[in-house]
């Protein structure tokens, strides 16, 4: 089960989406003439603060792709999952993002190390790494990756053993780790990987600058650049010489909405001929406020305000599941009576996302952004309001992935 070039993961918090997500894919794989492989990712924090199922998502992706009559590949993603939670994906997954963060720094029992040591010294000497092998550096490598490479590789055993060979794809995930992976980290994890037989496919390798949800990227484009093309030459060496699978990719874990990275992604992965897997989080629920904003449809409307009124009381505790990947301004929120004196329109002028856009709100944005669990508390009311309204919000669902996302990654007019 290889995964296409071009794949795109979405994230879709209360299962409404999928057609509206699907038809902005659809649309711009005929643009591009190559497929872009929708894969719908919710991760295990997700599905407990909505209280949902990886079987809902299964339904939702299914009935998406057989109302459109879609024919090419599809996944529904297990994201981020460890040992603890990965048996609850295993029957409605088949995409699994095995997360090794936090096993980084772990330390590996002492012959493993000196194991590690030796075998990687001579693979340097023989196939020419051109990388820094000398055997301080290697011993650093093994110091941070060792343990985690091999918990990656416990875990997809795992999934395999449940699963069965070949009948999924699998993912390695170190974006959230605290600090990012030198070539050398990445060219010894992915030989690593390949020795403990993880078939990966895709691999999200912590990237410098910030990536919080649902805004631009904040860091240095250029060195981003800088980076993406040395993973890029990194993933291109273990494809030829470690034997992992020829479609294997990089996975950016963009939080969506990476509006300044877009173009570069696009353009470095086609000078390669190697495609990507741009992993976007569940902001499809944003667009949704907003097209229900828009209708200006009074109880619609009011069901926003609401949700922004209370997310602002419960700041502190929506906030918290998401400290390290949102930075909101409290001085820069507008009070909810403030909000409560605005028209849709000007509530969905200030959560959406358009740069320089004089009323757009990026505190504002990644408030509501963390606050689904109040409408998950409101969920006959809000399910109402989108039923009632699905045609507008489908539409600005999809508009969001094709206009501002899949133009900017794949230079479409
Ligand atoms: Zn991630």
Known sequence: MLLGKYSFGTGDRFAQQGEAQLRALM?????????????????????????????????????????????????????????SNVDKFIDDSDFFTIDVADFIGKPEADDAVEAFIERSLKA???????????????????ANYLYAVREAGRIYRHIEERKGHGRFVAEVSMDEAAASQSPADFIFILRELALEGVEVQTIAPRFHGSFHKGVDYVGDVGVFAIQFEEYMQAIDLAVERFGLPPSLKLSIHSGSDKFSLYP??????????????????????????????????????????????????RCDELCLPYSTVIDIKPEGLPTPSEVNSRSGRQIAAALRHIPGHP???????????????????????????????????????????????????????
């Open 27 to 83: 649309k711009a794989s005929q643009e591009i003439g190559t497929d872009i492989v929708p894969v719908w990712n919710k991760s295990n924090r997700e599905h407990q603060i909505v209280g949902s199922t990886p079987a809902a998502v299964r339904r939702e992706a299914e009935d998406a792709v057989t109302a459109l009559g879609y024919g090419g590949q599809w996944f529904t993603d297990a994201d981020h999952i460890n040992m």
């Open 264 to 313: 570069v992604i696009g353009s470095i992965s086609k000078r390669y001929g190697r495609g990507f897997h741009l992993k976007t989080a569940g902001t499809t629920w944003l667009e949704e406020v907003i097209g229900l904003a828009m209708t200006e449809e009074a109880e619609a409307v009011r069901l926003v305000k609401l949700i922004y009124s209370q997310a602002v009381e």
């Open 359 to 413: 009323e757009y709100n990026p505190d504002m944005r990644q408030l509501v952004h963390v606050a689904y669990k109040i409408a998950a508390e409101n969920m006959d009311a809000y399910l109402a309001a989108l039923h009632r309204n699905a045609l507008a919000v489908g539409l600005e669902v999809e508009a969001n992935i094709y206009d501002r996302h899949l133009r900017r990654l794949f230079d479409l007019p």
């Open 124 to 142: 340097a000497a023989e196939l020419k790494l051109p990388v820094d092998a000398s055997e301080a550096n290697l011993r650093r490598v093994a």
